[in-house]
């Protein structure tokens, strides 16, 4: 079945550095979607990416959707101890009114002040 | 805006106890409902979804079932839980085909 490979699995940075995780499979979606789950807590959605070859950015994440429409990469620049997390990818090949979504396993971020 | 509410947040439940965890959403009409748990510093494991009130799909086979009784409310529950049933328990809502899922905050359940 459809797979989503999330790397790192997890992360241990110093404050300020810049960090770059990444999604990648061997079938092809229509939409990438990145979010981040703090401690107890549900996910929460950070970019959504409609298009191949889309860059899109949220203050100091900026997430592209491949232009192959088989991965996708997240980066944050200047870490700060509150990027603490997990975070996830998700896709979706959007042929199915179900809306259901394909996970990546998460890459778990800890920041050193 | 769209919100969602599950509760309780916290529930100890012994084991052989039946089980139900409530979710609604608000300020939309007719969303995807989906239920997931998730181990501790695991991945998000779908359990149901939902398209519309009554209809139920399961994803794995398991102790546990789900309902929609009204169109922004989805129930999970259970006869008897296993001690196995312990985890994080999810509720998401989503409105048509590709759209990003909203999470709510969880329940964490643990059986004893």
């Known amino acids: 079945g459809q797979q989503l490979n999330q790397s790192p699995q997890s992360m241990f940075i110093q404050e300020g550095e810049d960090v770059s995780m990444n999604c990648t499979s061997s079938s092809i979606f229509n939409t990438w979607l990145w979010y981040k789950q703090d401690p107890g807590e549900g996910p929460v959605l950070l970019i959504a990416?409609?298009?191949?070859?889309e860059l899109t950015s949220n203050g100091r994440l900026t997430a592209q959707f491949g232009i192959t429409r088989k991965d996708s990469f997240l980066n944050i620049s200047a870490s700060i101890p509150s990027d603490v997390g997990i975070y996830f990818c998700a896709a979706s090949p959007g042929s199915s009114n179900t809306g259901k979504l394909i996970f990546g396993q998460g890459t778990t971020l800890q920041v050193k002040p | 805006s769209q919100t969602i509410h599950q509760w309780p947040a916290t529930l100890v439940q012994p084991v052989g106890s039946p089980l139900s965890l409530e979710c609604t959403v608000e300020g939309t009409s007719n969303p995807n409902l989906y239920w997931y748990r998730q181990a501790a510093g695991r991945g998000l494991q779908l359990l149901f979804y939902?398209?519309?009130?009554?209809?139920i799909s399961s994803e794995v086979p398991q102790n546990l079932s789900a309902s929609r009784p009204q169109d922004r409310q989805f129930i999970l529950s259970s006869k008897k839980l296993l001690l196995s049933d312990s985890g994080f328990y999810l509720c998401a809502w989503s409105m048509g085909v590709g759209g990003p899922q909203h999470f709510g905050d969880g329940t964490r359940l643990s059986i004893l």
């Open positions: 990416l409609y298009k191949a070859g």
């Open positions: 939902s398209v519309g009130i009554g209809q």
